[in-house]
């Protein structure tokens, strides 16, 4: 595994689920975990890492104040930010009407890498972070 730390941040306006994330990154991956609750947080916390961006942003569509299509348009308008991998989080079911537009609009951007359906377990979170960064998971 790379010696290097990656830095993440989780946005989920529900403190149950930025929780569960924080612990299963911090005990599987060498990474930094920081943890915005609305959309309008989560840009000035990747904002504020500019020049030196996040490796993952893990991201929940349905979030106060700038939601998560509102966030990565945001994003696009940044050289840096738009480098940005991101792994969205929904409750909505995958095979919903209204996940299946929302995806649609998520589609076009690059950034977005994949997606996870809320409940998830840890392993089903951790498979999918591995995927994007590229880092083993320490065994359990």
């Known amino acids: 595994m790379s010696d290097i730390q990656k830095h993440i941040l989780v946005v989920d306006d529900e403190q149950e689920v930025t929780e569960q994330i924080k612990r299963a ?45 509102e966030v990565c348009q945001a994003m696009i308008k940044d050289q840096t930010l738009m480098k940005i991998p991101i792994l969205l989080v929904s409750i909505l079911p995958l095979n919903s009407d209204d996940f299946q537009k929302s995806l649609n609009k998520f589609s076009e951007l690059a950034m977005v890498r994949d997606v996870l359906e809320k409940p998830f377990s840890d392993d089903a979170l951790l498979a999918k972070v591995k995927k994007i960064i590229g880092q083993k998971v320490e065994p359990q």
């Open 25 to 69: 990154l911090i005990h599987s991956f060498n990474c930094a975990v920081d943890i915005a609750y609305n959309g309008k947080e989560a840009l000035d916390k990747m904002e504020k890492e500019n020049p030196d961006p996040y490796d993952l942003l893990i991201l929940d569509i349905l979030i106060p104040k700038l939601n998560g299509m």
